[in-house]
């Protein structure tokens, strides 16, 4: 590929490129400033436009410098990810897990503890995020992920490991005052923004309107807190309430009537493809999967 710039060329373009500095660069890359300046000016005239220009004694991007370097630095990525999975002696022992905030404090950190007395070598970061986060390899990515969704996600390794069952819980106390279903209309229901009444309510026979008022939350946990706050009756996920169920936080005041629910969205662990297949990944699906089999709602 004779079109195409030196790679060293490319990389100390990238480095300069995010730090606006030549002499930031040369620190980075422990060579000289003028060599920075050096290899930029021969990229410039190989490429045949000013990737770089000085204004009130700072250095700025051009547009076209702008737009090259993104591309650069996507390139450089893809083959640094390509070559660190070529690497599989290399495996880092820092892993980064991004999960959902709700998931995260509800089942997964009770049950961390586990996880490092059986990998002490193995450093788990926690990456808390309603947002998907980019994957990849390599020591400061996020690595992996547990997703809620419907699946599977193409582009990664992703495995089920779990579906879920929602079903109305509240505390002993509010239990106490409700005979059946018929009830809910006498008593505060919690909502979880992102679950619905609606299947629960088919299947008990119930109009979509035999709900009472009550607060809204957008995070899972908030709302079972309410729930076990006595604040109200909710509509529970099945991995988020079964550690309160256990413990007699909460009940299943309609357990008799066996009204449960599927939840349209499942819980999936997701990875760059063949990473699934490195020591420390494999260790903490291994265990993800052994808990979530220990933790099923009965």
């Known amino acids: 590929m004779a079109d195409l710039p030196p790679l060293n060329a490319l990389r100390t373009f990238e480095v300069a490129a ?5 002499t930031r660069a040369a620190e980075e890359l422990n060579i000289t400033q003028a060599a920075v300046s050096q290899q930029m000016k021969g990229l410039e005239e190989a490429l045949g436009v000013p990737l770089f220009r000085r204004l009130n ?3 700025w991007l051009t547009d076209a410098g702008q737009d090259y370097a993104r591309s650069v630095r996507d390139a450089l990525e893809i083959v640094r990810e390509a070559t660190l999975r070529l690497r599989p002696e290399a495996s880092y022992h820092d892993l980064t897990l991004s999960l959902p905030p709700s998931l995260a404090h509800k089942w997964l950190m009770p049950r961390l503890g586990r996880f490092i007395d059986r990998h002490p070598s193995l450093t788990l970061r926690l990456h808390t995020s309603y947002e ?29 490991l779990l579906r879920e069952e929602v079903f109305p819980v509240c505390a002993p106390s509010l239990a106490a005052q409700i005979t059946g279903p018929a009830d809910l209309k006498q008593v505060p229901v919690i909502r979880d923004e992102g679950v619905s009444w ?6 008990a026979g119930l109009p979509q309107r035999a709900i009472g008022a009550g607060p809204t939350f957008l995070d899972s946990s908030m709302a079972v807190q309410a729930a076990i ?13 079964a ?7 909460l009940v ?20 760059p493809p063949g990473q699934e297949e490195t020591p420390a ?9 052994e808990e979530v089999t220990v933790s099923a709602v009965r």
């Not at 706050?229 to 309430?241: A, E, H, K, T």
């Not at 299943?252 to 990875?271: H, K, Q, S």
């Open 57 to 59: 004694r700072r250095l």
């Open 243 to 249: 550690d309160d169920l256990v413990a007699g936080r």
């Open 229 to 241: 706050d006595g604040r109200g009756i909710m509509l529970g996920r099945s991995v988020m309430i």
């Open 18 to 22: 995010r730090h606006l500095s030549f």
């Open 198 to 203: 609606a299947d629960w309510l088919t299947a």
């Open 281 to 289: 990944i494999r260790a903490l699906l291994g265990w993800l999967k």
């Open 132 to 160: 998907a986060m980019r994957l990849g390899v390599g020591p400061t990515a996020v690595h992996c992920a547990i997703r809620q969704g419907r699946g599977p996600y193409p582009g990664h390794f992703s495995e089920l």
């Open 252 to 271: 299943e005041p309609f357990r008799d009537l066996g009204l449960r629910v599927p939840y349209l969205n499942a819980v999936w662990f997701l990875c």
